[in-house]
T-cell receptor, first 114, second 113 residues
Framework: KAGVTQTPRYLIKTRGQQVTLSCSPISGHRSVSWYQQTPGQGLQFLFE???????NKGNFPGRFSGRQFSNSRSEMNVSTLELGDSALYLC?????????????FGEGSRLTVL | KQEVTQIPAALSVPEGENLVLNCSFTDSAIYNLQWFRQDPGKGLTSLLLIQSSQREQTSGRLNASLDKSSGRSTLYIAASQPGDSATYLC????????????FGKGTTLSVSS
């Protein structure tokens, strides 16, 4: 059974650019959550999608957005990149939602903003 | 606001030692608590999930306990091995609808052979 797949694994951008990250959840899982991990702040919740609807959103500026497609694949977008956006972005999938069950994480997308 | 604290931040032990990692949370109204392992530069691997109604869960050499009323959880690792070296994170989710996982900063474990 394939795990959670995140692409790209590594990317380098410059300030002001935008970036799109992709996450394919485990087959049959309908919930996808996104987290940002930095050395200073640790893991912080960005948003959760379930059946194409955003179910919950963390305390991040509007430059951070996401969506989920009918096949449960999810994308997150960060516009007008800032140096502080450099982080490991982790996607997690679960069967019915992060509150109800176990989360399974992907390997992450490491974003460096220069 | 829920806060999760993990002590110690780092731990070094010789191979074979039994050890305990601690996790505390400020709001006892949780739905479940989950322990994860993270290797350097990698994603998180789920180790154990404890529902709020449970007191402990076991998987191989790992045992996690939960005392919801006191806001504490411990992860016990028996007979540690160098392959156990990693960062261990605990996370809680509140019992209100629409809440997300809140993570601690983790304990970085180093097991020497």
């Amino acid at each position: 059974k394939a795990g959670v797949t995140q692409t790209p694994r590594y990317l380098i951008k410059t300030r002001g650019q935008q970036v799109t990250l992709s996450c394919s959840p485990i087959s049959g899982h309908r919930s996808v959550s996104w987290y940002q991990q930095t050395p200073g702040q640790g893991l912080q919740f960005l948003f959760e999608y379930f059946s194409e609807t955003q179910r919950n959103k963390g305390n991040f500026p509007g430059r951070f957005s996401g969506r989920q497609f009918s096949n449960s694949r999810s994308e997150m977008n960060v516009s007008t990149l800032e140096l502080g956006d450099s982080a490991l972005y982790l996607c997690a999938s679960s069967l019915i939602g992060s509150q109800a069950g176990e989360l399974f994480f992907g390997e992450g997308s490491r974003l460096t903003v220069l | 606001k829920q806060e999760v604290t993990q002590i110690p931040a780092a731990l070094s032990v010789p191979e074979g030692e039994n050890l305990v990692l601690n996790c505390s949370f400020t709001d006892s109204a949780i739905y479940n608590l989950q322990w994860f392992r993270q290797d350097p530069g990698k994603g998180l691997t789920s180790l154990l999930l404890i529902q709020s109604s449970q007191r402990e869960q076991t998987s191989g050499r790992l045992n996690a306990s939960l005392d919801k009323s006191s806001g504490r959880s411990t992860l016990y690792i028996a007979a540690s091995q160098p392959g156990d070296s990693a960062t261990y994170l605990c996370a809680v989710v509140g019992d209100q609808a629409g809440t997300a996982l809140i993570f601690g900063k983790g304990t970085t474990l180093s097991v020497s052979s």
